[in-house]
Antibody, heavy 120, light 107 residues
C-alpha cells in the first residue's frame, strides 16, 4: 500500500522559514509527479505546488510563488517544501499528494498532513 | 483561474436516502473533474475522477456525472459512515482548483 508521511510542521514566527518533508514508500517514487496541497484550519483545500517525477519541472500557486520551493530526492524517496517569508495566512495543514499519472492531475494518495502555524 | 462552486454548503439526509451534491465550474473543464471525501481529522480520499469513474475500492453507492461546467456526486443510499465533507477539483487548467466543499450530515 502506498504510504506518504509528512514531517517538519511547527510553530514559526511571521517572516520565518520552515522545511517540510514527505517520505514516500511502496511505489516507484521517481515515476510520479508529487504535489503539496494545504488546508487552513476549518477551510477548504488549496493546491500549492507540483514537481515532476525527475524534478526538472515545478509550478506554484500564485499565493506562494517566490517564497516556497518544492524539491525531491529520488534516491531517498523524499519530497520537500522549503517555505520562506512565512505569513499568518500560510497557517495550514500541509499534505503531500501523489498525482494519479501523467496528464491526470488529481491525487490518488495523500499523506496524513503536517501542521504549520505562523504566529508571533 | 477556474472557480469551483459547490452547493449546498451543508446537506442533511436521512439514512438510506439519496444525497445529491453539485459542483459548478466558472468555465468548461471538460470531464476533468475529481471528487474527494474528507472525514474529520483525516486526509482527503479520492472517490471519483474523470467526472464519473470510481476510484479503486469506492462503493458503487457513489456515482458521478456531468461535463463542461456542471457536475454532480450522488450517494444513492446514505450510510452513517458517509458523513463527511466532499470536495470537487478541476484538473483541466492551471492552477488546479477545488470547490469549497459540501458537508453531508446524517439526519
Amino acid at each position: 500500500e502506498v504510504q506518504l508521511v509528512e514531517s517538519g510542521g511547527d510553530l514559526v514566527q511571521p517572516g520565518g522559514s520552515l522545511r517540510l518533508s514527505c517520505a514516500a514508500s511502496e511505489f516507484t517514487f521517481s515515476s510520479y509527479a508529487m504535489n503539496w496541497v494545504r488546508q487552513a484550519p476549518g477551510k477548504g483545500l488549496e493546491w500549492v505546488s507540483i514537481i515532476s517525477g525527475d524534478g526538472s519541472s515545478t509550478d506554484y500557486a500564485d499565493s506562494v510563488k517566490g517564497r516556497f520551493t518544492i524539491s525531491r530526492d529520488n534516491s531517498k524517496n523524499m519530497l520537500y517544501l522549503q517555505m520562506n517569508s512565512l505569513r499568518a495566512e500560510d497557517t495550514a495543514i500541509y499534505y503531500c499528494a501523489k498525482r494519479y499519472t501523467t496528464g491526470w492531475h488529481f491525487f490518488d494518495y495523500w499523506g496524513q498532513g503536517s501542521l504549520v502555524t505562523v504566529s508571533s | 483561474e477556474i472557480v469551483m462552486t459547490q452547493s449546498p454548503g451543508t446537506l442533511s439526509v436521512s439514512p438510506g436516502e439519496r444525497a445529491t451534491l453539485s459542483c459548478r465550474a466558472s468555465q468548461s473543464v471538460s470531464s476533468k473533474l475529481a471528487w474527494y471525501q474528507q472525514k474529520p481529522g483525516q486526509a482527503p480520499r479520492l472517490l471519483i475522477y474523470a467526472a464519473s469513474t470510481r476510484a479503486t475500492g469506492v462503493p458503487a453507492s457513489f456515482s458521478g456525472g456531468g461535463s463542461g461546467t456542471e457536475f454532480t456526486l450522488t450517494i444513492s443510499s446514505l450510510q452513517s459512515e458517509d458523513s463527511a465533507v466532499y470536495y470537487c477539483q478541476q484538473y483541466n487548467n492551471w492552477p488546479l482548483t477545488f470547490g469549497g466543499g459540501t458537508k453531508v450530515e446524517i439526519k
